[in-house]
């Protein structure tokens, strides 16, 4: 919990009222904008680029249909991803990065630096994402 120690008096934190939420500190908000199974890494793979629907569900092949079209809608609605529709019959649907949802991208790199550095500690190859383009671990692979 985000509790202040104060001269040993532990305060308890104001509330954060955001979209009908209550939240205890802002690391509750950015988790719950990012966190859960795929939201990190769909960012992770439209940082190489606009992607349409169908190349984000071949680069996850276990997630469903629903799962992806619910986690794109989140972050659209959180200002993360930008959805264009081309006004054509079949419909074209592209998915790109915000600025905002690209100032995202340092934090998940520190997020996949940290996972490496965890996996290595216990003795597990850590190995590439395999996210081309913005690789995330491009920086630090060797070989």
């Not at 308890?12 to 500190?25: H, L, S, V």
């Not at 940290?114 to 395999?130: D, F, N, Q, S, V």
Request: proline residues 5%; hydrophobic residues 40%; positive net charge.
């Amino acid at each position: 919990m985000c509790y202040s120690i104060l001269m040993d008096t532990i305060i308890a934190p104001a509330k954060i009222r955001f979209r009908d939420k209550e939240y205890k500190c802002a690391i509750e908000v950015a988790l719950d904008l990012i966190g859960g199974k795929w939201k990190a890494l769909i960012l992770c793979h439209l940082a190489t680029g606009t992607l349409r629907y169908n190349e984000l569900k071949k680069a996850f092949p276990c997630i469903t249909q629903k799962m992806l079209t619910q986690q794109l809608r989140d972050l659209e609605e959180d200002g993360l991803i930008h959805r264009k529709i081309y006004p054509q019959v079949p419909p074209k649907v592209e998915y790109s990065l915000t600025e905002f949802g690209e100032s995202l991208m340092p934090v998940i790199r520190v997020m996949n630096d940290w996972g490496r550095r965890y996996l290595e500690k216990m003795g597990t190859p850590a190995i590439c994402c395999g996210v081309t383009a913005a690789c995330l671990c491009s920086e630090t692979e060797s070989g």
